[in-house]
C-alpha cells in the first residue's frame, strides 16, 4: 500500500486540521510546523503532497503519543462532518450508515489518488458498521474520526473498536463501530 505516496494528494483543510491543534505550541514544536513551511494551506482545497499528512502523523506519534492522533481525528471530524452539512451530503437527521456513505464519497474527492483508494463499507447492521480504510490515512486518527462522526448522529454509547490491522499483518485497517 505504501507504493505511489507521491502521487496522493490531499485538501489543505485536513492539513490545517492538524497543525491548528498545536497553534499555541509553535515555538515548542518548531519541528512539527518546519513539515508544513513552503505549502500552501491558505485555500481548504489546496491539494497538498499526501507525504506531508504522513510526516505530521509520525512526528505526533513519535512525539506526542497515541492520543494526540485521536484528538486530531475529533477535530478532522468536526470539520468533516460541517463539510459534509455544507454540501448536503448528509443533514441534522442523518443515520450513522447515511454518514458513512458521505465519509466514502468524500474521501474519494478529498484526496487525490491514482488508485481511489479510501474507505469501503464492509457490513452494518442497526447499531453497527464495519469500515475497511483502504488509503493511506493514520489508524489512530481514524479512531477519532469515526467516533466523532457517528456521535453527530445523535445516537450513544459510541464504541470504535480496530479489529484488523495493517500493522498486524491484515491487508488493511479494518474498524467495528458500534452505539446502542
Given at each position: 500500500m ?11 483543510w485536513?492539513i ?7 497553534q499555541?505550541?509553535k515555538?515548542?514544536?518548531?519541528d512539527l ?13 489546496n491539494?497538498i503532497p ?11 506519534e513519535?512525539?506526542?503519543?497515541q492520543?494526540?492522533?485521536i484528538k486530531?481525528?475529533?477535530?478532522i471530524g468536526?470539520?468533516?462532518?460541517s463539510?459534509m ?8 437527521e442523518?443515520?450513522p450508515l ?13 484526496v487525490k489518488?491514482?488508485k ?9 447492521t442497526?447499531k453497527?458498521?464495519?469500515?475497511r ?6 489508524t489512530?486518527i481514524?479512531?477519532?474520526l ?8 445523535k445516537?450513544?454509547g459510541?464504541?470504535v473498536?480496530l ?17 446502542l
Amino acid at each position: 500500500m505504501k507504493e505511489l505516496i507521491d502521487e496522493i494528494y490531499i485538501d489543505a483543510w485536513a492539513i490545517n486540521d492538524i497543525i491548528s491543534c498545536y497553534q499555541d505550541k509553535k515555538a515548542d514544536y518548531p519541528d512539527l510546523f518546519q513539515i508544513v513551511s513552503g505549502y500552501d494551506l491558505s485555500k481548504p482545497t489546496n491539494k497538498i503532497p499526501f507525504k506531508v499528512y504522513v510526516e505530521l502523523c509520525s512526528w505526533i506519534e513519535k512525539k506526542l503519543g497515541q492520543f494526540n492522533l485521536i484528538k486530531i481525528g475529533r477535530r478532522i471530524g468536526e470539520s468533516t462532518y460541517s463539510l459534509m452539512l455544507e454540501t448536503n451530503m448528509v443533514n441534522a437527521e442523518s443515520k450513522p450508515l447515511d454518514v458513512m456513505k458521505a465519509l466514502v464519497l468524500l474521501a474519494q474527492k478529498g484526496v487525490k489518488d491514482p488508485k481511489r483508494r479510501g474507505w469501503d463499507i464492509v457490513s452494518h447492521t442497526d447499531k453497527s458498521i464495519q469500515m475497511r480504510k483502504t488509503q493511506l490515512f493514520n489508524t489512530h486518527i481514524q479512531v477519532g474520526l469515526l467516533d466523532t462522526l457517528v456521535r453527530k448522529c445523535k445516537v450513544y454509547g459510541v464504541q470504535v473498536n480496530l479489529v484488523k490491522e495493517e500493522g498486524k499483518g491484515a491487508e488493511f485497517d479494518e474498524y467495528l463501530i458500534t452505539w446502542l
